[in-house]
């Protein structure tokens, strides 16, 4: 287990080091422009990898089943390993869930499998199954559990039986891949007071156990510093200290969650999204003959198995698509937390031969080289696990102001007026 700065370090970092001389290929599913992911790319085409990507039908997003199949299953002879399979189980914008069978089927080709699981929140991962599929790798992201850098740390883990194939990475980062250590038992070794046997996330945390492993070897000015700065932390929130030299840190939202259980929080985050999806989608602009509808969701709708995360743009009354930054704009003022993206790699059926012109073109410098890239962008909201229902409505309430006509337009002057520079004399 690696601890990384954050998602997109991680994925650097194993793309740094996988071996892309003797595992040409990489194959990423994403209906989504990720950071992490084109970073990951870009070093891997650096490095010699064959680039490809699933595709998504429009408008649910499904995977196009026949197109990735067909490049999962590729010729090759029995001692060579096809390349890397990046798999998340589910996208972070229109909340659409992929199936396991996927990694089951690379594995099977000979792919190694990168599972991405950075979309989970955090009681969700007692469920992943990994005893079934067991991935090669596997990323997750500490952001829904703790929030925003420097807290949004993530780890990446890697199998056992996959480390001897890692060349050592080249990274000029805080933090590099390199080959095992041994570890002298002495350092192993912890008494049972400095254990915590609880399953819950509260509990005592030892001072003398933690400076002792702080002082150990060369410790410079450097570390006695935040060593100060982090107890100051401590005392500024408040917690409790006991007469035997420890501090009771009391994780409350975690304990919270771990109290509910996994069922009763999946439920209810369902419930949420498909409500959000039903009310948005029954909201119509007044007085117009087609029956304008003010939003148009991307991705699956109301269903048992999906995502807490919804995807979607707001139209005005003509028709057209208000910005998708504006809108994210005014709900910061509301307090609401959105965020917008860019959908891309997406596949027209015939039948929605006509939407293709609502995609927009993007030109992506990387790698010496520009490339375009061809999508929507659209706003994202996410749910996490302490989300209720009060939020959810006030959501709802915010979008159906974009029903006033005047309301559109005042804000979007405010707006640009507000986006101007201004010179300080």
């Known amino acids: 287990m690696v601890f990384v700065a954050n998602r997109t370090a991680a994925f650097k970092l194993l ?28 070093i891997s085409a650096k490095r010699g990898a064959r680039i490809s990507s699933a595709e998504f039908s429009w408008p649910r997003m499904r995977i196009q089943s026949a197109k990735l199949k067909k490049l999962l299953i590729r010729k090759r002879t029995k001692k060579e390993n096809t390349g890397l399979f990046v798999f998340p189980l589910q996208s972070r914008m229109s909340g659409a869930r992929y199936s396991y069978l996927w990694m089951k089927m690379a594995q099977e080709n000979g792919w190694r499998v990168l599972l991405d699981a950075c979309a989970l929140g955090p009681k969700d991962m007692n469920s992943l199954g990994l005893s079934l599929f067991q991935p090669d790798f596997l990323i997750w992201s500490f952001y829904k559990v703790f929030g925003e850098n420097p807290s949004g740390f993530a780890c990446l883990f890697v199998k056992k039986t996959t480390v001897s194939i890692l060349e050592a990475s080249r990274s000029t980062g805080i933090i590099s891949l390199l080959p095992e250590k041994k570890v002298s038992p002495s350092a192993m070794d912890t008494s049972e007071d400095d254990l915590d046997n609880s399953s819950s996330f509260s509990g005592p945390i030892s001072i003398q156990a933690t400076q002792s492993r702080i002082h150990e070897g060369e410790t410079s000015e450097q570390q006695n510093t935040e060593v ?21 840190v009391q994780c409350r939202g975690l304990d919270h969650v771990d109290t509910l259980g996994l069922i009763l929080i999946s439920s209810r985050g369902r419930y949420l999204v498909n409500w959000l ?53 005014l709900a910061d003022r509301s307090n609401i937390s959105l965020s917008y993206g860019f959908l891309h790699k997406i596949w027209f059926s015939d039948k929605y031969k006509e939407d293709e012109r609502l995609l927009e073109r993007r030109t992506i410098e990387g790698n010496g080289k520009e490339k375009v890239d061809r999508g929507i962008k659209v706003i994202t ?33 405010r707006y640009t007026a507000l986006n101007q520079k201004t010179v300080e004399v």
């Open 277 to 329: 999806i039903n009310a948005l989608t029954k909201l119509q602009h007044p007085n117009t003959e087609k029956g304008i509808q003010l939003v148009r969701i991307y991705g699956p709708k109301v269903r048992f198995d999906r995502g807490p995360a919804v995807a979607f743009n707001v139209y005005d009354w003509k028709g057209e698509k208000v910005d998708p930054v504006l809108v994210q704009k």
């Open 381 to 413: 909201a996410s749910f996490a696990f302490l989300t209720d229902f009060v939020d959810t409505y006030r959501l709802w309430a915010f979008v159906a102001q974009f029903l006033d006509a005047d309301f559109v337009e005042k804000e979007r002057w």
């Open 228 to 248: 100060e700065k982090t107890s100051q932390l401590v005392a500024s929130e408040k917690l409790a200290e006991s007469g035997n030299g420890r501090l009771e």
């Open 15 to 42: 793309a740094e080091a996988y071996p892309f001389q003797s595992s040409k290929n990489l194959l990423t599913v994403y209906d989504y422009e990720s950071e992490a992911v084109e970073a990951m790319i870009d």
